[in-house]
């Protein structure tokens, strides 16, 4: 075509318009997307509610299941079987073996006054499950909203009812199950269809502002604990023992004593009995206490002599030692 001819759109030949094949592709199409909507599947850890023009009618289990098309029943996947959580006081962005968390400082969830009127931030995780699909869909209106805000509620409550030492040391564990009881009960209450789990306290710090003091306090009280133990260690070491030797000295004077009156008591009763062979027969009882004397008194003495008094001048017959004579 050169440039000085003109060009005539009705050269143009367009390809003949075939309505009854547009026809048939439109109604392939219309069947397939009527069958592909009288099926769905569910999934092994979700359950199926079923709403027939904005009503409940049913709740299916997981498979294939069949409803009505176009629009007439509508379907909602609600996973009962799967394990939930809510984080307060921060976020998670990357889960994993190297978990990742937000900057962000959440302090208008965690930031809390306890009984003491101290200061502390508190991040928790709930862990919860659907329990009733029904009510967790159509019974409250924004549930998981409904249910965070009651764990402010109920977190706060619990903690301004104890102490802050008591909120991040000993008392951490009370705390995280006093606030799942008290969860389970509201949300009972409220009809949330909603198991509570667990809480779990992530982690219990003064604010930034206070943990300079709040340190230098836990410092001295672990110092006072520190100097509280050892005296009583040393009083443990002392105590016991001086009570030990004390009652070993009672026990030894008490069997002193027993002792003493025993033998005064045989000395006694030996006493009466020669007292008593004296007074039936004095001559021969003084006779034999008077050997028994002298008996006793030889036995220490030296070299004995023994002789007649009425001998005389026999002296110079005895080899007395001279050392014997004072």
Do not use: C
């Not at 959440?106 to 009127?117: A, K, N, Q, V």
């Not at 604990?225 to 009083?235: D, H, T, V």
């Not at 002298?294 to 030692?321: E, H, R, S, W």
């Amino acid at each position: 075509m050169s440039s000085n001819e003109v060009f005539d759109i009705n050269d143009i030949k367009l390809p003949p318009f075939n309505l009854k094949k547009i026809f048939s592709i439109a109604a392939i199409a219309f069947i397939f997307l009527f069958m592909n909507s009288l099926w769905f599947t569910i999934e092994p850890e979700e359950v199926g509610v079923i709403l027939r023009f904005g009503k409940y009618v049913r709740t299916v289990n997981p498979g294939l299941n069949f409803r009505l098309p176009m629009g007439i029943e509508t379907v909602y996947k609600v996973p009962v079987e799967r394990q939930l959580k809510l984080e307060f006081g921060f976020r998670t962005n990357n889960p994993g073996i190297k978990t990742t968390y937000s900057s962000r400082k959440y302090r208008d969830e965690s930031l809390m006054l306890t009984g003491d009127l101290n200061a502390a931030e508190v991040e928790w995780i709930v862990q919860y499950r659907i329990s009733d699909p029904y009510q967790y869909l159509f019974r409250v209106r924004h549930a998981e909203q409904t249910f965070r805000d009651i764990n402010e509620a109920v977190m706060r409550e619990v903690v301004g009812d104890r102490t802050v030492d008591e909120v991040l040391t000993v008392g951490r564990q009370d705390v995280a199950t006093t606030v799942t009881l008290a969860l389970q009960k509201l949300s009972d209450q409220y009809e949330l269809g909603i198991k509570v789990d667990q809480v779990v306290l992530q982690d219990v710090n003064p604010p930034e502002q206070v943990k300079p003091a709040f340190n230098e306090v836990n410092e001295a009280q672990q110092e006072r604990e520190k100097l509280i133990n050892q005296a009583k260690s040393e009083y443990n070491k002392v105590i016991p023992k001086a009570r030990g030797e004390a009652a070993r000295a009672i026990e030894s004077a008490k069997g002193y004593a027993l002792e003493r009156v025993n033998r005064a008591k045989g000395e006694s009763a030996k006493f009466n009995s020669v007292f008593r062979q004296y007074s039936k027969a004095k001559e021969v009882t003084r006779y034999r206490i008077y050997l028994e004397t002298m008996n006793k008194v030889m036995q220490n003495a030296g070299k004995k002599l023994i002789v007649d008094d009425k001998a005389t001048g026999i002296l110079p017959l005895f080899q007395i030692d001279k050392g014997l004579i004072k």
